[in-house]
């Protein structure tokens, strides 16, 4: 009996070779299934989004009309030969339409963009670049064709993120990693389902960088644009490394360069329901925590050592110093002026957090409500603590708040 067994082994066909462009293929596609059901369209109207140019460019900038179509003497973009026009024409190179994108009063309407069911209740997480113009109605188009009323809840400025509600249930909320399960280096897929209701479309790459922007983002090589803005940003088995948003360095508006140059950014969400509970109030709006210090980035000792205190901010009203050692932020240990800056960049203004600071030889723990960038003329009014040893710290500077608390180093 044993002697048919090996026979019949040694005789039956040696396995197929497999093909690793198929079997890749396949992990795409099963990858593609099991978010496709959470994936949805989201279209807004009656919005528009107000273009806004500083007094000081506006002289330069001309209104064109449309590039004329059809018309084979029109000279080709940036024509060095083309004359300038009489004030009051319009220059026909077609480089000079992009400007009309600047001019003052322009408005222009959004297009549809892409969202992510979070939650088998109908709450949806996109980006908040549709939403800047206050749309009046919003809806969401589902995998399977239904189309839903929506709302605007809440938006977290901060990172670029908006909050709706669908009106039904039983949706399919899609699933999410912890930030302790994304590596550098794995592949990424970046969906979208803004261009066709019926299909996403989704391109590929890495994840090439965390804790991009303060902390805030994953950075990817996967081409990100319009189309899959509020889309998710997957690994190999379709689970959600983050919510694709424009976003830009230091907070200002993102550049299409750097998206032009393969550069992409998607935000964690390890915990939906965290963040639904923040902003699933209406006319919620979440701001980046501003530090209110700068700190010495070439320091290797651990700890973030203060070198200015902005005045008027949270930190001079509590009492930092130049000098003192920001040691841990909420029992996470602050190995470095960028740690400090990260740790900060994942929370909002609003959030309280225990700072441990050691001055001189003392070490003290201090609670600090972190605060967002003032606005003109307004004033920080929070109650002054006594720091230990009964010492009470300086009155706030006169004046109004400081500038640039929103900067790199602040």
């Known amino acids: 009996m044993n002697a048919l067994l090996i026979s019949l082994l040694l005789l039956a066909p040696e396995d197929p070779p497999v093909d690793e462009l198929e079997a890749l293929q396949n992990v795409i596609t099963r990858a ?36 004329r179509e059809g018309d084979r003497n029109a000279p080709e973009d940036s024509d060095p030969d083309e004359e300038v026009p009489p004030e009051g024409r319009t220059p026909r190179f077609k480089d000079e339409w992009r400007k009309m994108l600047a001019w003052p009063g322009f408005t222009k309407a959004e297009g549809p963009t892409t969202g992510v069911i979070v939650s088998a209740d109908g709450y949806v997480i996109t980006s908040a670049w549709n939403f800047e113009g206050k749309p009046t109605v919003v809806t969401a188009t589902t995998s399977d064709g239904r189309l839903h009323a929506a709302r605007l809840l809440g938006i977290d400025r901060a990172a670029g993120l908006a909050l709706i509600k669908l009106d039904g249930e039983g949706f399919r909320p899609a699933t999410f990693l912890e930030d302790d399960a994304v590596r550098v280096g794995a592949w990424a897929f970046a969906v979208g389902r803004a261009v066709s209701r019926q299909a996403t479309t989704v391109k590929y790459g890495i994840v090439s960088a965390r804790n991009r922007i303060d902390g805030r983002a994953l950075q990817t090589d996967a081409a990100t644009n319009p189309s899959n803005y509020g889309g998710p940003l997957i690994d190999a088995e379709g689970r959600v490394y983050g919510i694709i948003v424009p976003l830009g360095a230091q907070g200002e508006e993102a550049n299409p360069n750097w998206y032009d140059s393969g550069i992409g950014f998607a935000v964690p969400v390890p915990d939906p329901r965290t963040l639904i509970e923040r902003l699933k109030e209406q006319g919620t709006e979440l701001f980046p925590a501003v530090r209110g210090v700068a700190t010495d980035q070439d320091r290797t000792e651990p700890g973030a050592l203060v070198t200015e205190v902005v005045p008027g901010t949270r930190a001079a009203l509590l009492g930092l110093k130049k000098g003192d050692v920001i040691l841990s932020v909420d029992g996470e240990a602050v190995t470095n002026a960028f740690s400090l800056r990260f740790e900060v960049g994942r929370r909002r203004a609003g959030d309280t957090i225990k700072l441990e600071v050691r001055r ?28 230990p040893g009964g010492v009470t710290p300086p009155d706030p500077p006169e004046g109004p708040p400081g500038e640039g608390c929103g900067n790199e180093d602040e």
Do not use: A, N, Y
């Open 360 to 387: 001189g030889e003392e070490t003290f723990t201090i609670d600090v409500e972190l605060g967002r960038r003032p606005e003109p003329g307004s004033e920080d009014k929070i109650p002054i603590p006594v720091l």
């Open 32 to 67: 593609l299934e099991r978010i496709d059901p959470s994936v949805v369209t989201i279209e807004s109207v009656g919005g528009v989004r107000q273009i806004h140019v500083p007094d000081s460019v506006k002289e330069q900038i001309t209104l064109p009309e449309r590039p």
